[in-house]
């Protein structure tokens, strides 16, 4: 769950209030993981890789996933060297400068369809002060600095909501480009996090507790390089009811597109909103061809 809007309309203040509702929500609930199946969820990880797990997986530590990601990355890095950070370019280019990330990400203001995009008034959205127990899940949770071995060196952050729903789907886009093959050892860490952590793990926040009951990849959209797409089960307050959240991650060379969408509601929003996903995209892709 994710917070505030942009500074310059109501929606932001009004992003702000909702996240603080869905925290009181699902603060105090019981800290024990429940083991649970992956039982209906699709292939979640693009190109055919294994995604789907069969109850609980066997607990990894930060540091096995750490090496994984780390080796991974190297031999990204080793890849023959093209125009740094342009996308769909090797994953061990070099990292897109702030300025041109920015100019890539959707503007204060733009629509997207029914949507409106705008900048978070109050920093960045699952930050240092989310992180995950067990550590291996913390790429779920968030990919901010620290939430893996490799940070990113530029980060852009837009919120993406209906401006006038205060019961509606929120999106969190949050594009990050890496150094090296930091983008690819990202995306390992977050595939290992969904295996291992399938069966569910408790999100740590500044004043409350998270517990998440089950993650399932789903169908991931057919950008980039590679993408990963996962769906969480998430207890609320009293342990009775459940509430849904949608991660979306994609890779383009050395950067990562991250959709991270919710609901302050029962309802379960299906996925990430393609328009959403698809006009990301589709700016950030066109800046290949310029």
Request: proline fraction near 4%.
């Amino acid at each position: 769950m994710f917070g505030a809007g942009n500074q310059r309309r109501s929606g932001g203040r009004r992003a702000r209030l909702r996240r603080a509702a869905v925290l009181a929500l699902v603060g105090a609930v019981l800290t024990g993981a429940a083991a649970c199946g992956g039982d209906g969820a699709t292939d979640g990880d693009k190109g055919g890789k294994d995604a789907r797990t069969e109850g609980k997986a066997p607990a990894s530590t930060p540091a096995d996933g750490a090496e994984d990601a780390a080796e991974s990355a190297a031999s990204a890095g080793s890849d023959e060297p093209s125009t740094p950070g342009t996308p769909g370019t090797p994953a061990g280019s070099g990292a897109l400068s702030q300025r041109d990330l920015t100019a890539l990400a959707f503007t204060d203001g733009e629509k997207i369809g029914k949507y409106t995009a705008g900048e978070f008034s109050l920093g960045e959205p699952q930050g240092e002060d989310y992180t995950a127990d067990p550590a291996t899940c913390q790429p779920l949770v968030s990919l901010a600095k620290g939430a893996t071995a490799f940070d990113p060196a530029s980060e852009v952050h837009r919120n993406v909501d209906v401006a006038e729903e205060m019961v509606g789907t929120t999106v969190a886009v949050q594009l990050r480009s890496y150094n090296g093959g930091g983008a690819v050892g990202v995306m390992k860490a977050l595939g290992a996090a969904g295996k291992a952590c399938a069966g569910g793990f408790v999100e740590n926040r500044a004043v409350a507790k998270g517990q998440y009951l089950k993650v399932e990849p789903v169908k991931a959209p057919d950008h980039g390089d590679e993408a990963q797409a996962y769906r969480f089960t998430i207890l609320d307050v009293k342990g009775t009811l459940k509430l849904y959240e949608y991660l979306t991650v994609v890779r383009s060379g050395a950067t990562t597109l991250s959709f991270r969408a919710d609901i302050l509601d029962t309802k379960d929003i299906g996925k990430v909103p393609e328009e959403v996903i698809a006009a990301q995209w589709k700016k950030f892709e066109a800046a290949s061809t310029r």
